[in-house]
Nanobody
Framework: QVQLVESGGGLVQPGGSLRLSCAAS????????MEWYRQAPGKQRELVAT???????NYADSVKGRFTISRDSAKNTVYLQMNGLKPEDTAVYYC?????????????WGQGTQVTVSS
């Protein structure tokens, strides 16, 4: 089994920064992808950023140039550095791990952490 624990959310003023962390424990495959999603009230959950076990990254257009995803494989932790925050970034942010083995995909979610951008 896998557990994901997010931290680092909070209240920040527009233009400010936050760093989210997601610590994974349990059975983590050598081939995997870790992602950050977010869900604002009344909206669908959306993909924010992806980082693979090989280090490839991808970002939603809305956060490119402002957010950076990184990982510390030794600690099984993924980070999301968020700079230049805007009110529209307000959402619950979720961490997702996808274990990959051939055609098999096993997905795990964290409990979420609230990010509120407001003056």
């Amino acid at each position: 089994q896998v557990q994901l624990v997010e931290s680092g959310g909070g209240l920040v003023q527009p233009g400010g920064s936050l760093r989210l962390s997601c610590a994974a424990s349990g059975s983590i495959f050598s081939s995997n992808a870790m992602e950050w999603y977010r869900q604002a009230p009344g909206k669908q959950r959306e993909l924010v950023a992806t980082i693979t076990s090989g280090g490839s990254t991808n970002y939603a257009d809305s956060v490119k140039g402002r957010f950076t995803i990184s990982r510390d494989s030794a600690k099984n932790t993924v980070y999301l550095q968020m700079n230049g925050l805007k009110p529209e970034d307000t959402a619950v942010y979720y961490c997702k791990l996808e274990n990959i083995w051939a055609q098999l995909r096993m997905v795990y979610w964290g409990q979420g952490t609230q990010v509120t951008v407001s003056s």
